[in-house]
């Protein structure tokens, strides 16, 4: 249905060629590496055999299991000195992604040792005993969550072995389909010395499958070490060794991105300093790399070293970043801090790896990456100091850290972390850039797309880097990626202040999502580009040289207010006690009506005499008298137990699913609190966030909430935390900007309303516009869509020609649509 036809006002867009806005830096676009989700072994980086160096189950420095859960070293958080009680993924089995093909269980064993390593930086191998076979035994590897096998493909395997000199049998190497067909074999070479062999064999399938297997076959009995195995497709991204899946390298190359950050992300950090990423391990041989116990649940094998990224970023034009350790822990985690005297180990480590990417053939670590096959430098044009550290440690060893690398590579752009809500640049000397962070949920994104409108200018530039919309989103649908392109417009708009940006985090094997909403899904022989990928594609497709000014850059609508609704109290993971529950009005405070409840979810005690209430875990209720216009709630609240705080209602609907919910003290941190809005169950966007104190078991809280149908503030023993005025909820932004590469004016526009956006747009100070232009267009049919494996381009940039563009010309824009426009025309300065 067109505008015309439902007579829906038009919307007078104008955009002035001649006012010129800031510029849109070059390097705005570019992606954000981190091993999370499998987003290397078993994403990005070829390898098709897991724990191919029987290093996984290795444990960082003085951690633990018990059962499934990893327990870190007991380390101090050095912003509080507490330790806290954390604990992570631990994979069970005792040789993961191996198993045994045999007669019988007697037949033969196997066990991971440390005899006679190969290599003593990955010492572990595996010990098989074989005393029966009369049938022939397999060692398999099930990959990733299987191999990709393409019938003709040739495929590289590495294999170091040895055998017991007793051993009289032939070792083979087979790709099996799921159902165990053959689809290549091969007879490895070796030598029964008892001497380790160092085997190439190249397999060339004659069948395939998706869910495949390796198998190394033993057909007699005897002692067989197996310390790396290792198979890669011949078909790598620019055929490198040690290469990338070209598949999903593709779909990276397909965002152009400006610059690539490596490694992390919370792994740079490490869950304590003991299992940070350390870059000088994962130089040289693959197979002497030990790996590393991810922050993210899993080891990873360091096969996509600091040497590969460095590769991959000169292969696709892309300036590195390196994201150091300041030697901090993860502050989301254990948060230890190395000792003073160790700070200079941290900062050394730091400048090996500038001058490993810059330094000459003269330099130690220059001749280092000129032995390892590059004599040139490579593109390291960025180094963040850190990664999501924040306090008055991390900001001293910023600026040593800064002092230090600007003093030698005056030339690198350097990055401070900005945590968003804690203390900001204002505490360090100085900075090139700041990086903030945001996880959010749409309507956090919508309504802050004049965010940077209001940055001081001058001081820094900032560079995003990480932000998804991630909450309330599923694994990421439509409306994810429209407010992402709706805050990416505030972004360019702001080119002059934001010079770089990368959504976060990039990759998910679709077989390990920790992380709930990651761009790209891989499985073993599909990637999948969310929405999401497409904005961010078709963002950095048509990024202008600079801004052009229009009257408007969104679509104002009504802001909703605090209406007169339910109050009520609840518990988020926690025990909780609420007591002198007061309202007052007009000046006249009195203890609300106790004696029924319009909605109530768990075991209440309820004293009615002291206005007291007590309260389960994650349960609400809400008192029966509604509550509106002026008023103000106070009361005393007390947790006796439980991981996170406390929450209070306003302005609720009687079935408990609609209104505002003030949760304080969340996270098992206990330290952050918002101010939420909900709509039939959902959450529909924190509208304040607070980050300060814990929420302590056994002491007693003071609380008062003041409201109006205008405001909302909340008050914690005497402070306001929270305070929230409603604001529009605009759904509709508008973009523009000159590409001067080829002469034409990029109107972007997001409508991220179940209804058309009629526009009527007129292009002043332009000549020579082009009536036939190219549109470009993201849709669905509505904000839950997304992409799958199934339907992969379900929601995917349709390119088409207009006709109609003009000095005046009506568009009318579908519901749920990321639109760019191009339009041939010149500033009418540029020719007269
Ligand atoms: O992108 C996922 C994680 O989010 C990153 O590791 C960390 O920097 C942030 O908290």
């Known amino acids: 249905m067109s505008c015309s036809a439902t007579q ?55 951690f633990h299991a018990e059962g499934n859960r990893l327990l870190p070293k007991p380390v101090k958080y050095h912003l509080t000195g507490e330790v806290r009680n954390r604990s992570y993924r631990w994979n069970t089995a005792e040789v993961p992604a191996w198993s045994l093909q045999r007669k019988d269980s007697l037949a033969a064993q196997m066990k991971v040792t440390e005899e006679s390593p190969k290599f003593k930086t990955a010492p572990h191998n595996l010990k098989l005993f074989i005393k029966d076979a009369s049938q022939p035994v397999r060692l398999l590897n099930e990959g990733y969550w299987g191999m990709n096998i393409v019938k003709g493909g040739n495929y590289f395997l590495r294999s170091i072995i040895r055998t017991s000199e007793d051993y009289h049998g032939t070792v083979s190497v087979k790709l099996l389909s799921e159902d165990g067909t053959v689809l290549a074999s091969e007879i490895l070479d070796i030598t029964t010395d008892g001497q380790w062999n160092d085997v190439r064999e190249t397999l060339t399938a004659v069948g395939q499958d998706t869910r495949a297997r390796l198998a190394l076959e033993f057909d007699a009995p005897g002692t067989i070490w197996v310390d790396y195995v290792s198979l890669f497709p011949e078909n790598t991204f620019n055929n490198r060794p040690n290469g990338l899946r070209r598949d999903v390298a593709d779909m990276l190359v397909g965002l152009r991105p400006s610059f690539f950050r490596w490694p992390g992300g919370c792994v740079v950090e490490g869950i304590t300093l003991d299992n940070r990423f350390e870059w000088k391990k994962t130089l040289g041989d693959p197979a002497a790399r030990p790996g590393e116990y991810s922050t993210w649940g899993y080891r990873c094998s360091y096969g996509f070293g600091y040497y590969e990224m460095l590769q991959f970023c000169e ?94 590579y005056p ?12 203390e900001g640049p204002s505490a360090i000397a100085k900075t090139d850039m700041i990086d903030p962070h945001w996880y959010v949920d749409p309507y956090f994104f919508f309504r802050n797309t004049t965010l940077f409108d209001s940055y001081e200018r001058g001081k820094y530039h900032v560079y995003v880097g990480e932000y998804a919309c991630n909450r309330s989103v599923g694994a990421g649908n439509m409306l994810a990626a429209l407010s992402e392109a709706a805050f990416i417009g505030g972004m360019e708009r702001n080119g002059d202040l934001v010079t770089m940006a990368s959504y976060a985090p990039l990759f998910e094997n679709c077989h390990d999502r920790s992380w709930e909403t990651n761009l790209i899904w891989i499985d073993t022989d599909q990637v999948l580009g969310r929405s999401s990928y497409y904005v961010q594609k078709m963002s950095a497709e048509n990024c202008p040289t600079y801004n052009v000014k229009s009257n408007i850059t969104m679509h104002d609508v009504e802001p909703e207010w605090f209406d007169k609704g339910y109050i009520g109290f609840g518990a988020a993971s926690a025990t909780v006690r609420f007591k002198d529950i007061k309202v007052t009005r007009n000046g006249v405070s009195e203890m609300p009506d106790m004696s029924g409840f319009v909605f109530k979810d768990g075991e209440w005690e309820v004293d009615e005499a002291s206005g007291s209430l007590s309260v389960a875990k994650g349960k609400q209720i809400l008192l029966q ?106 759904l509709q932004f508008i973009n523009s900007g000159y590409d001067e590469a080829v002469g034409e004016l990029v109107v972007k526009v997001v409508n991220a309303a179940d209804s058309l956006y009629c526009t009527s747009i007129c292009l002043e100070n332009a000549v020579d516009i082009v009536a036939e232009g190219k549109v470009i267009s993201l849709t669905a049919v509505d904000g839950k869509e997304e992409n799958s494996f199934e339907e992969p381009k379900k929601i995917y940039p349709e390119e088409k020609i207009f006709d109609g563009f003009g000095a005046k010309f009506d568009y009318d824009f579908p519901p749920f649509s990321y639109t760019v426009l191009r339009i041939k025309a010149k500033p009418l300065s540029d020719s007269y």
């Open 625 to 730: 008298e509604p509550y509106g216009g002026d008023f103000v709630l106070e009361c005393k609240v007390y947790k006796t137990e439980g991981t996170q705080g406390f929450q209070f209602f306003l302005g609720m609907s009687a079935d408990g699913k609609t209104g505002y919910r003030y949760n304080i003290g969340m996270w098992s941190s206990n330290d952050r609190s918002e101010l939420l809005n909900l709509k039939n169950g959902k959450e529909r966007g924190v509208l304040a966030e607070y980050s300060g104190e814990a929420i302590k078991k056994g002491e007693w809280y003071d609380v008062k909430i003041v409201v109006s149908p205008l405001k909302s503030e909340f008050y914690l023993n005497g402070k306001q935390i929270l305070s929230y005025v409603p604001q529009p909820m605009p």
């Open 315 to 408: 292969d696709i034009g892309a300036k590195a970043m390196y994201v150091c350790n300041v030697g901090l822990g993860c502050q989301f985690r254990m948060g230890d801090a190395c000792p003073e005297n160790e700070i200079a180990f941290y900062m050394d480590d730091c400048m090996d790896a500038i001058e490993y990417a810059l330094g000459d053939e003269t330099t130690e670590w220059g001749a280092r990456r000129a032995a390892d096959g590059h004599p040139a430098p490579f593109p390291l044009q960025y180094v963040e100091i850190g990664n999501e550290n924040w306090g008055p440690e991390y900001d001293r060893r910023f600026d040593m850290f800064y002092k230090a690398i600007k003093e030698k």
């Open 8 to 62: 829906q006002a038009k919307e007078e867009i104008v955009i002035n060629l001649q006012e010129r806005g800031a510029d849109i830096a070059p390097s705005m676009y570019g992606v954000f590496f981190e091993e999370i989700n499998h987003a290397g072994d078993g994403g990005l980086y070829a390898e098709l055999v897991q724990n191919r160096s029987f290093e996984e189950k290795e444990m960082p420095a003085g």
């Open 411 to 422: 030339e690198l752009i350097l990055i401070y972390n900005e945590m968003p809500q804690r």
